[in-house]
Every structure is written in C-alpha cells, then in structure tokens.
C-alpha cells in the first residue's frame, strides 16, 4: 500500500514542489526488514550476503551454450583467429573487452569489430566482410544479433560461423536462424531461470563456461593460467556493463555487480586506472552511482559524439572504438593517451547535452506537449547520441513516455525513454509498419522513421498512451520507501542500509521521508551555485545534522533560515578528511505544514 502525498501550494502562496510524493506503508517496524519487504526479498540472509559460488547458475543451462563453447574449443585447436562483432556502448564495449582480454590470456588469437555510430546499431555485412578478411573462422556478437536474420545468412556464405550473444527481445519474423548457435535467455525454449542479464553479462558467462569446459576436458589450452582468477577478474567489466544498461539489480546480475564492484575497487587495467585519475575517482568508494554517473559516461562519450573507429598494435582490429582500447591495452602510455580522450569527449558531449536539452525543454513547454501522455519531439541538428539522454532527462522531469529524433535528411533517427505502464517495444512493435528499424526494451528504445511518416506514428503512439496510461500515472513523482523519524538517523542505521546496494534498477537506493527538519544554515556550492550545503535539525534530535542538496532543482526559496522543512532524502555516511559522518542527501523538499 502507498499513500500519495499532493504537494499543494504552501500558505502565503509560498513555494511548491512539481512532484508528488509517494510514500509506501510501513510494512515492518524493523527498517531494513521494510525495505527488504518492498523489494519482495524472501531470503535476507542470501540477499544481504551473496554468495559467489553458490548463487551463480550453470551457464550450461543457457540455450546454445553447449554448442558455442564446443565451436571455441574447436577453434582453439586448429589456432583459428576468433572474431568479436560487438555494440558500440557500455554494455557490448565493455562485453567485448572481458572477453577478447580472456581469450587472448589463453594465446588465441583474436580479431574485433567495433561498429561506429554513424554505421547503425547491430550486425552488419560492412563487419562481416571485415571478420572475414582478418582470418576469422568463428564470430561471436556481443549485445546484438537476435534479429540479424538476413546478417546470418551472410557469414554463412562468407564461410563464418556465427554465435549469436544477446538479450534484447526476440522476434520471431527476424530470428537469425542460420546462427551456428545463439545464446540468448529471453528464446521462448531457453530453461536458463535468470532472464535479465545484460550483454556484457552474457559475455561473461560464455566465458566461463568456455573456461570451464578447457579447465575440465583439456586444461592444457589454458597453458598454467589459472581459469578462476580469468573469471573474477573480468567481473569489473561485467559491472560496467550491468549498471550501465540499467539491468535490474537483482538475481545474477545483483551478484555481477556486487562482486563486480569489489574487483573494480582494485582493477589491474590500465585503462581503467587512468580514467578513474583524470574523473577524481576514489577507487576504494566505486559503487553503482560511481559507474552510472562516472565511468559509463565517459566510456560512452566517444561514440555518442560519433567518434572515428580506433585502431593500434595493442588492439585487436580490423576495428575498434577508443572505448575499447582504454579497456584492453595493457600499455600505460596508451591508457592515458585514451583517457584523455574520452575525458575530452566527455567534456564536449556535456556541453552539447546540455545546449540541446534546453532546446527541447523550451519546446515541449512552448508547444504544450507536457499535457499530452506522450511526448515526441525532432531537431535537426540535434546528434544522434545525444538524444538518448535528452528522452531520459526530459521522461524524468515531465514524467511521461517521451521520444526525442534527430532529423537526417528523409529518415528521423532516436530514442525513447519510458514510465512504468508503457512498454516500449511493445507500442513500437504495434506501429512497426511505419517504421524502418526499431528494438530495444520495456524503457528504452531505439528507432527510425521516414520523415514523411512522423505526424503518422506520433498520433499512433500518443493514442496507445491514451489507452494504457491513466492520469495518475503521470507526472513527475518521488517513490518514498519509509518515513523515518530522528532515532532513525545514525550511523549505525546508515551502515546496516549499505548492505542493501548495489542500488539501481529493481533495487532502489532507499529514499525516506523526515517531517518537520529546522534549516540552521545554507551555504550555497558549486561554479554555478548549483548545490546546497545544509545544517539542519531532525525534530526530536539531539544534535543538528549536515545535508547536502546536489544540483538543487527545487524552489530556490525553500532553504532559507529558520523555516521548517519536510525533506525526500537519502541517509548516507559520509567521509571527509578522515572523519566519518551521518549524512542527509536531499532530492526534494517543501515547506512544512
């Protein structure tokens, strides 16, 4: 049960906050064991300590999997070169990289191809070609394929075996069923009980069944390397991966990420090393918001801003992506020559975000299409790897399924972002005859539109979200786990929630309610005055409390001395200088009473 808490206008025609505040019933009096509750946990003890070992499940299982490894090993033998055709994102970048970086651990030789964004998402006759021409006899996808259909057909009259590696939805009309094997848990008939891991995710598990199989029938391939230290190694990638694509945190891909993090914590790759110096990253404090907020924006930067394909010695080509060089070179002079680069297209692709976000806020407010249940929207200079962000920013503040386009020539290409209630790829599949290319999933999508068909598929979709999306659906809302009162707020309690993280996706970081705080100072942060610094004081406390507010995009107003304040906020400890202290982050606030 939840209660819905409208934030009307405050007496005196004070300020308001635009979202509404959800507010879930307290279902245990223990905290942990509420929170615990909402997240539908019935083994706390498994979920508060994941086990490795025995949580994992047999990557055997996976449809395809006997048939894949069993290609691999043949191909160790006969001293195949063994392409990777892999996405361009953090998902398949990062996929690609754990999984060349393994197999070249074993001497094989290995070849990549790294589409650029301005060749298209997914399995192309152009990388085909490329595979082939570079001696490979075997290709594996990572995070892509699943509907390669006519690709398929391709490598088999190239004379390429083909393994299929993905997760996006299968479609029937469009499986690639010449594949030599395809390995996806999402095929109907495939018994594997985890069905959301990520690319990467998958990638990792083919690597640790191929390195089982050798370890178990023919250890001599693995020429005194050590399969299990192959295996954990690799996982700071597989947690790049999983956060980054914004999988569900629970399951395998929770066990993926909360190892993946300890590894990450103390990765050997000089790339990583570089980029964690030049982004300020503390390697010892890396969690799930360090890699959503920190190191996947980086990683991604390149190829967003349509970035030419990367080639060196120390890169397996015929092509590949700075992305995927930064992760694999074992050359700390390569490392930091990438890194830099990425940092420079991180910068560039901030500044560019944040012109064409203004662009389209402007819009959608002066076109009025905030009252509309979908929101859809085309620029003509907008690029292409921007738009994503710009659908995600402009879903998150407006609360709606929104669709933002670049504008190229006839054609209209971009991404959507969706609320719950409004399922992507099936809206997009029910108008898919007026479009030229669409995937991707229940939040997320991609897709192509003749221009000509635009006003066609906008008054599609808007009459689905007519349809499927009720008015209390909508809108801009906070989902508060608990309000907590003042012996809540300690340091003990804000060790005990630590355990609940990794936090994203299915596994939200806990957002509570605190009713009634005293501001006793505001200090105002950041180069453009975008952060608050707070003293404050829990009604029924002791002793006042530090918050911090990041980016404050509330009433400019509500912080001011002396007023009372009820807060959505997160309990944190935090840790300056040596001194560790229990710490407020604030996400929204109003008046009290």
């Known amino acids: 049960m939840k209660s819905e808490i409208r934030n009307p206008a405050s007496p005196a025609g004070g300020p308001k906050s635009e979202k509404k505040w959800i507010v879930a019933e307290r279902t245990d009096p223990d905290l942990i064991k509420h929170l615990l509750k909402l997240r539908g946990v019935e083994d706390q003890e498994i979920f508060l300590n994941p086990d490795f070992v025995s949580q994992q499940h047999d990557p055997f299982l996976m449809k395809g999997m006997r048939q894949a490894v069993d290609r691999l090993i043949e191909a160790a033998h006969k001293q195949e070169v063994i392409g990777v055709f892999a996405d361009y994102d953090t998902d398949g970048t990062p996929g690609a990289a754990l999984l060349l970086d393994g197999l070249r651990q074993l001497g094989l030789q290995t070849a990549v191809y790294i589409p650029t964004r301005s060749e298209g998402y997914g399995l192309s006759e152009q990388g085909l070609v490329a595979l082939k021409a570079a001696n490979a006899g075997v290709v594996i996808t990572i995070d892509l394929g699943i509907t390669a259909n006519h690709e398929a057909e391709m490598a088999v009259t190239l ?21 030599y094997a395809v390995i996806n848990p999402k095929q109907a008939d495939c018994p594997y009980p985890f069905k959301d891991l990520c690319g990467g995710g998958i990638a990792w598990k083919l690597l640790s069944a191929f390195l089982t199989q050798i370890e178990e029938f023919d250890p001599t391939l693995l020429q005194g390397r050590n399969p299990e230290s192959i295996r954990r190694w690799a996982l700071d990638l597989a947690a790049i991966s999983t956060v980054c694509d914004m999988m569900p945190l629970v399951g395998e891909n929770r066990l993926l990420a909360h190892y993946g993090l300890q590894v990450l914590r103390q990765t050997r790759r000089p790339g990583l090393k570089a980029l964690f110096r030049l982004a300020r990253v503390d390697p010892e404090r890396i969690g799930a918001g ?27 080509g015929p092509q590949a992506s700075l992305a995927l060089g930064l992760l694999v070179t074992s050359s700390v002079t390569e490392a930091d020559f990438l890194a830099d680069q990425l940092e420079q297209y991180n910068l560039s692709r901030q500044e560019q975000l944040e012109a064409v976000y203004q662009q389209a806020e402007a819009r959608v407010v002066a076109e009025g299409l905030m009252n509309r249940k979908l929101i859809m929207l085309a620029g003509a200079d907008w690029p292409t790897g ?18 933002v386009l670049s504008l190229q020539g006839e054609e209209a290409v971009g991404s959507a972002r969706s609320i719950d209630g409004f ?6 599949s029910h108008v898919g005859q007026n479009l030229k290319r669409f995937g991707g999933h229940a939040r997320a999508a991609g897709l192509t539109i003749e221009r000509q068909h635009l006003e066609l598929i906008y008054d599609q979709l808007q009459s689905l979200a007519d349809d499927r999306l009720s008015d209390e659906q909508l809108g801009p809302r906070l989902l508060i786990e608990a309000e907590i009162e003042a012996p809540d707020v300690t340091s003990a309690t804000a060790a005990l929630l630590s355990h609940l993280g990794p936090h994203g996706i299915g596994n939200p970081r806990p957002l509570f309610l605190l009713t009634a705080v005293r501001v006793l100072e ?7 005055g975008q952060h608050r610094k707070l003293r404050l004081q829990i009604f029924g406390a002791k002793a006042p409390i530090s918050g911090i507010a990041f980016s404050w995009q509330g009433e400019a107003d509500v912080f001011k001395v002396g007023q009372t304040v009820d807060l959505a906020c997160y309990l944190d400890e935090h ?14 606030a109003r008046l009290h009473g």
Do not use: C
């Open 423 to 428: 399922h992507l790829l099936e809206a997009l």
């Open 522 to 528: 505001v200090r105002v942060l950041g180069t453009l």
């Open 575 to 588: 840790t300056w200088n040596g001194h560790t202290s229990t710490q407020l982050e604030v996400v929204d």
């Open 159 to 179: 004379g390429l075996d083909l393994i299929i590696t993905d997760h996006h939805l299968v479609q029937p009309e469009r499986y690639p069923k010449r594949a």
């Open 290 to 316: 360090t890699i959503g907020f920190q190191i996947g924006p980086r990683i991604n930067a390149p190829t967003r801003l349509a970035a030419e394909a990367y080639s060196s010695e120390t890169v397996p």
């Open 386 to 403: 921007l738009v994503g962000l710009v659908a995600g920013r402009l879903m998150q503040k407006f609360g709606r399924p929104t669709i």
